[in-house]
């Protein structure tokens, strides 16, 4: 069973920069696509970056793509998120997911984190 947490969330000023980690127990991360969610005051969550497999190939969804950068870490039991230029609109409980599978996907996740907190503001 595998287990998530997140963690390095907190208060930034808009354009700066954060980095969110997950950390992984109860089995190996690498044979896991990850996915990274956040969820809005008022709004649903949606998923915005996702590392497949076995691997470090990355898809990325709509106002993060350039700024935002999901990685594994050097150990196969955390992953990365860097978070740059953040915005007001950024703020929001960010999760991480995992599904046993190859590609990287934002559907039916198996296992999620229980969130941590990023709040943009001046």
């Known amino acids: 069973q595998l287990q998530l947490v997140e963690s390095g969330g907190g208060l930034v000023q808009p354009g700066g920069s954060l980095t969110l980690s997950c950390s992984a127990s109860?089995?190996?991360?690498?044979?896991?696509?990850v996915a990274w969610f956040r969820q809005a005051p008022g709004k649903e969550r949606e998923g915005f970056a996702c590392?497949?497999?076995?691997?470090?190939?990355?898809n990325y969804v709509g106002s993060v793509k350039g700024r935002f950068t999901a990685s594994r870490g050097n150990t196969s039991d955390i992953m990365y998120l860097q978070m740059n230029n953040l915005k007001p609109e950024d703020t929001a409980v960010y999760y991480c997911?995992?599904?046993?599978?190859?590609?990287?996907?934002?559907?039916?996740?198996?296992?999620w984190g229980a969130g941590t907190l990023v709040t943009v503001s001046s």
């Open positions: 997911s995992a599904r046993a599978s190859t590609e990287c996907v934002f559907d039916d996740m198996d296992y």
């Open positions: 590392i497949a497999a076995h691997g470090d190939r990355t």
């Open positions: 109860g089995s190996i991360l690498d044979y896991y696509a």
